[in-house]
């Protein structure tokens, strides 16, 4: 009989060491070493040997228990050149994996003097123990883009991580960080911006995931739920393949600044249109909706929306109203007969909210990265408006000028037409 194969020796009888690449909210974490003497001070990505028989994810699982009193769980791996390891020493690899706490804080006194979470500009500011400072430089290549476009930023400047190529003749570039928005794999409403990088004509921008080899998938390749912890989120910006620039380049990115105005006049209209919907249609609820909107309105919005899609100072949704809505206690049809004078109501209601103005403006929750939950948050009369929203907004509602809607049968329910100004 064979015995089983060790795990914790490469085929070519190293010892594997594992270490954690700590992420969160776009950040890297390293601890500093208060042992031994020669390496006080030194920073490390946590982490230990492999007991004999013990699986790797499941020692550094351990590990991260004993060293900072946190409960990981493992997600992916930052290969390295030995066979997917890192060089250690003679004797010994680095097996380098991708963790995402899932209960606690880390202790930075357990067997630590100090913790410190990096962001990708940050990796190579700490003075990693020699092993690491390689991985650790490539842990950061890994993290999420972080995106400036829920602040209403149209300029800023990337470091160039993946150059990929696409098909008919173009190249997707990431970058460390960006204004551009791209269009969500998963609820495509708002189409991606477009722009400048370095003066080279940004022909559209994409969500992508990177998987473990640094494989791009982009938009409707990518076959995974977003956000998901196994790959990593970044912003693709689209280009001729001409114009590539090079890994590592510092480049300069600038959103084409009205056509992203006026696709964040329409979300903020869209979303207004939503509101007023909810609003006006909650007499035709003749039972407790499943949801309801943070201004306490039936969230017909939420509840019956198909597909929404915003466009240059307008919006257009479309909703199924079949047996299911009627079953949930929504009386479509007594809406539809009525439904020039429900978009009077409607109107009246978005002339009140514009002509009064509120701040609009997209939380994050402190988190940058571009799959971060955020919210839309506008205070209109009656209570404010909170909603899930990946896109851009005005600042003002005020700035809007007219908001007008108008609602139209279907074949699956009805749709609503939202223009501004
Ligand atoms: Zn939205």
Known sequence: MTPPAATHVTPDGRRVVVAAAVERGGRLLAARRTRPESLVGRWELPGGKIEPGEEPSAALVRELREELAVDVEVVGR????????????????????????????????????????????ETRDVDWLDADSAPAAAAGARLDTWVDFPAGAVEGSGVVTVVAPMADDRVAVVVDRTPFHPLDHGWPDQPGDTGLLDGRP???????????EGRLLVDAEIDVRRGDPGRTWVVAHVLATADAPAVGDVVALSVDRDR???????????????????????????????????????FLDQIAIQVSRIEPDGAYDAYRAGKSLRKAGFDAAAFLAEREAIAAEANALLAAWVARGAVSRVDTGGDPTLTARRTWFCDVPGGPAVIPCGGTHVADIASLGPVRVAYQPSDEGFEVLTSVG
């Open 78 to 121: 930052v290969p390295g050149p030995l066979g997917g390891d890192w060089p250690l020493d003679d004797s010994s690899v680095l097996r380098v994996l991708r963790v995402r706490i899932e209960r606690g804080e880390p202790d930075p006194a357990l067997a630590h003097d100090e913790i410190r979470w990096l962001g990708p500009r």
């Open 260 to 298: 992203r105005t006026s696709f964040s006049r329409g979300h903020s209209a869209c979303h207004l249109a939503a509101l007023a919907l909810n609003e006006t249609t909650a007499r035709f609820w003749s039972k407790e909706p499943s949801r309801r909107d943070s201004r306490g309105f039936p």
């Open 202 to 212: 940004v022909l559209d921008s994409l969500t992508g995931a990177l998987d473990d």
